[in-house]
């Protein structure tokens, strides 16, 4: 059973090698495509739930991972700015006249 475990988890990866050489969008597109005989599952998830290290050391995959990595830290942008505006304009009078130094 290893040797045949062995030799899909090659295959695997020579095809996603022949796909990045023929469109790194396609590949990015197969990557993320949700199968829906495996449970909406993606090639990628599926890579990393059979501990495929080769694949997922793949440019391809690690191109997507950091796009993914990288989106998620710019959704969070300024995060700690806006949280403090939001707290000093709930606490902070409204009118600072009635508190200005004589």
């Known amino acids: 059973m290893s040797v045949w475990f062995r030799e899909f988890q090659d295959l695997a ?4 090698e022949q796909c990045r050489q023929s469109s790194e969008e396609m590949t990015q597109l197969l990557l993320t495509y949700e199968l829906s005989n495996w449970s909406d599952q993606t090639c990628l998830s599926l890579a990393v739930s059979a501990a495929h290290r080769a694949f997922i050391a793949d440019t391809s995959c690690q191109i997507l991972l950091t ?17 403090l505006y939001v707290i000093t304009q709930c606490y902070l009078p ?9």
């Open 67 to 83: 796009e993914m990595w990288m989106g998620g830290l710019r959704t969070r942008r300024y995060a700690n700015v806006k949280v």
């Open 13 to 16: 990866v020579e095809l996603l």
């Open 94 to 102: 409204a009118d600072t006249s009635e508190h200005t130094p004589p």
